[in-house]
């Protein structure tokens, strides 16, 4: 017995040496390392222990988001509103106590009113049907979903993610977009609504030359979930800057939707080379919907306005079958795309300003019965659909919401193939944390509660539904935090739909 402690004392105390001498010769390779680099100066005049400054301001990021930032201090997203999805997402109790920790003197932010006699819920009504192309296009298409799936590609986005969501749209009955990236196989195998993404590369419908080939596009419409196309023109994360896939994202299945070689930075255009004028918008929709039969919008962040005069001119010259079919409006804060940081910050008006604008646009000229509105960015918890649709939108999307419903942590990391929770990586060790069961569940759950809630607010303020809100229910904190009118911003349009 005593051999066998004086022997383990021994293995002990070699064991220590042995790491003290490791630490030490790796300390001082580091030491080596750092005084004789030239390109960062904190290293070079504190060597070894400069590093410590990059490691804590990478890991500062996430000791905010746990320890030190308030419910309502975080961007993009702060945990108040993370907290709504991830309950909504599990199905469990949303309900808060002992009063909001929201200011209401906050400039921007809705204030919704209540009626002295709500809405009783043997009175409440179910969403109304959303007609998109009817009677423009022979295949219309029809659907109460007011809050739907926004366009996230595969190949930003892992399989089982793409899988869960499209599983989980089925479950709700929401439609789902398929981002820039071409149509894949785990779009279709939920059973869910698809709108196809046309982006400036035209990934999935292009020939070899990079243009729009009619054939493939034939071959996408005949998918019967395909319901309709949507030509990107701009995304709120980057106006004026094309989709960046990673070559480290660029497998071969994804190159092969794609239509582009594996392994190679996926850089798509800026812009749609065939379409640089309103006229050629206009040609472009009419071509994609004679050639699928479907209903054609566009999608872009508005930020000058003056194509849109040009725009409704040119419906009055052409008529209204040449007119969209509708318009995806994104906002500036848009931001599930890798992107500069000046276009990030700086680019685009925000869908608060934005959306009045368009939906001006959209009354005065007399297109509200023709053209849809649909909208995205930011639009995650149910105030904030609420609020789009008393100014006068259609339908919401949401595409970070649905990736929070899919367990995203906001790591950050959405351009990198090292997302923690296997949404935006095609590294099998991580995507296998994603079980698509579970979360495709999450995902149906998300939506069936946003839109439940939606119609909460809709009855308090005294209508029986969703699309029955109006500028009248809503109120916006102006710059002296004093509430005034929501219809005060949206002149000199009607809102009737």
């Known amino acids: 017995m005593t051999n066998w402690a004086v022997r383990a004392l021994e293995l002990s105390a070699a064991l220590f040496i042995f790491l003290l001498g490791t630490l030490v010769l790796t300390v001082l390779v580091l030491y080596i390392r750092d005084i004789s680099q030239t390109q960062q100066a904190i290293r070079r005049n504190y060597p070894v222990v400069g590093r410590f400054r990059y490691w804590f301001e990478h890991m500062g990021e996430f000791f905010r988001q746990y320890f030190f930032a308030q419910d309502r201090e975080e ?16 199905n469990i109790d949303s309900t808060v106590a002992f009063g909001s920790t929201r200011a209401l003197n906050q400039p921007g932010e809705v204030i919704f009113l209540n009626c002295l006699f709500p809405t009783l819920k043997e009175d409440a009504v179910a969403p109304e049907p959303i007609t998109f192309g009817d009677p423009h296009c022979p295949t219309p298409y029809v659907t109460q979903s007011f809050f739907n799936i926004s366009g996230m590609s595969f190949g930003a986005l892992s399989v089982p993610a793409v899988q869960a969501l499209s599983q989980g749209a089925a479950q709700a009955g929401v439609w789902m977009n398929t981002g820039e990236g071409g149509l894949s196989p785990y779009h279709l195998e939920g059973g869910a609504d698809i709108v196809f993404q046309i982006g400036t590369a035209k990934y999935g419908v292009r020939d070899s030359a990079g243009q ?24 709120g994360a980057k106006p004026g800057k094309g989709g960046i896939l990673p070559a480290e994202k660029v497998t071969e299945q994804i190159a092969t939707i794609r239509g582009i070689p594996a392994g190679q930075d996926s850089i798509s255009p800026n812009g749609h080379p065939e379409i640089r004028t309103v006229a050629d918008l206009l040609d472009m929709i009419q071509r994609v919907r004679t050639v699928t039969g479907k209903p054609v919008g566009f999608k872009a962040v508005l930020g000058a306005t003056d194509w849109l005069e040009q725009l409704a001119e040119q419906i009055k010259l052409r008529g209204l079958p040449a007119a969209p079919d509708f318009i995806s409006l994104d906002s500036a804060d848009g931001g599930t795309g890798a992107a500069p940081q000046s276009l990030m910050d700086y680019m685009g008006l925000p869908l608060k300003r934005s959306l009045p604008l368009l939906v001006d646009w959209q009354q005065r000229h007399g297109f509200t019965s023709r053209i849809r509105i649909i909208c995205s960015g930011k639009l995650v918890n149910p105030s904030d659909v609420a609020w789009a649709l008393c100014v006068g939108a259609d339908a919401v999307v949401s595409a970070r919401g649905f990736m929070f419903a899919l367990g995203c942590i906001q790591a950050l990391q959405c351009n990198k193939n090292t997302c923690p929770t296997g ?23 998300y939506a069936s509660n946003m839109m439940h809630e939606v119609g909460v607010i809709a009855h308090s303020c005294g209508v029986k ?16 935090g004093l509430p005034v009118p929501l219809s005060e911003l949206i002149q000199p349009g009607t809102h009737s739909r």
């Open 465 to 480: 539904g969703p699309h029955q809100l109006k500028p009248q229910h809503a109120q916006i904190i102006n710059d002296h």
């Open 212 to 235: 729009l080939d009619d054939e493939r596009l034939k071959a996408v419409a005949a998918h019967q979930q395909v319901k309709m196309f949507e030509i990107k023109l701009s995304q």
């Open 423 to 445: 949404i935006t990586t095609h590294d099998p060790k991580l995507q296998r944390g994603l079980v698509v069961a579970d979360k495709s569940q999450r995902v149906a759950n």
């Open 75 to 90: 961007m993009p997203f702060n945990r108040a509103q993370r907290s709504w999805i991830y309950r909504a997402a599990k």
